[in-house]
DNA sequence: TAGATTGTTAATCGATTAACAATC
DNA sequence: TAGATTGTTAATCGATTAACAATC
């Protein structure tokens, strides 16, 4: 074990061994050393090792990590070993897909508010929820202690809304309009921007 | 100007300054120094000044960037300076969102086919295009030339679609499936998974 | 010119990898 | 036991930053 602080991109790593992990475990595998894991995800296996013992000791010597195991200590790891409750900001077209997303809850994640501005939108059910006026966004985070939000409104209220998040208690912003928010250092966020992910691959494709 | 290699992080930065630059021309500057670039981006002025000296000398001693030319010199870098089309597969609440969502045009990728497998979408017309069956899939992507495909299929559907969409020629896919594609290298992947960003932030909240 | 800021070098910092003793 | 693989150290590799001569 190794008790200096932790480098970000470690931590940035872990979600996808775990997502890894579970792929494996579904293919029926229960034991796995870091050259398996490695090759599959294309790294060198002592990245994995030097990652994990940052944490403990999860593997055996001769064999490898349970898989079982190794994904319980990583979702102990990653804090995500209860459920979160989320709140999403913004019920456009991609507010009303993600809405629609089974994929949260099944990863512990629980959508329980949404909200919108548009009177249109306001007071209609959308997936198991029903959208509430955006007046009442802090009071409600509040409320429910929500520490989670996605924001999916347009660009030019991403600022503002992301700030109210904040007011209302949110420590952590998934952040789906393309702008880069300005917040206090200790607020979590991870933008998904996907013009700027399309504009990171054209570079090496033939001109 | 400096010929070595450029590092891949560097281009992972650069769709970040032009999206700040635009903003900045949008508030009305025509010129910028490092340091002003660098407070925006929270990072330091060396580090932008020694990104751009990988492609060029942009700047003047004394003043700084002139923002529009800089930003023309940035599209130019990253092979962006023309229009790129693009297909979706997978016309799903989250591909129906993407193509009602104007972002992709206003920056140049141009989305011209939609692909699905289930009867009750194709042949209808979302946003601006029909949905053609996916067993279309290869000899469009052929006919119209398209290097660009974005991945909007359920996560066991994603890799044989990810080998389809090579097999018709595509070199950059825009994964939205929460699985690692396994494809050739010379293939450009970038995934958006909102769950391992979420997971990504938990980590550094209250337990 | 005087002041400001670039482009670049060299030093520093941090992350990855190879190698191997420990051990299952 | 013999073979395999971990956890960890030290070396290597690469990226960031400070500093400054060049120059607008």
Redesign the interface.
Known sequence: MNNRNIPKIV??R???Y???LN?MAREGLSIVSSLVLAE??DITPAQIRKDLSYFGEFGKQGSGYPVFHLMDELQT????NHI?Q?AIVGV???G???L??H??AR?G?ETVLAFDNHPNVIGKQVAHLVVQDITHLEDQLRKKAI??G?LTVPARQAQIMAERLVSGGV??I?NYA???LHLPPDI???S????????????????
Chains 1, 2 share one sequence.
């Open positions: 931590i940035d872990l979600p996808w775990l997502q890894t792929q599959r995800l790891i990653l804090n995500i979160w989320v456009g077209g991609l009303h897909a993600l629609n997303y994929g949260f990863h994640f520490k989670i996605i420590l952590a998934l393309p702008i880069t979590q966020v991870q998904m921007d996907p013009v700027q992910s399309l504009q990171r691959m054209t570079y090496f494709l033939p001109r």
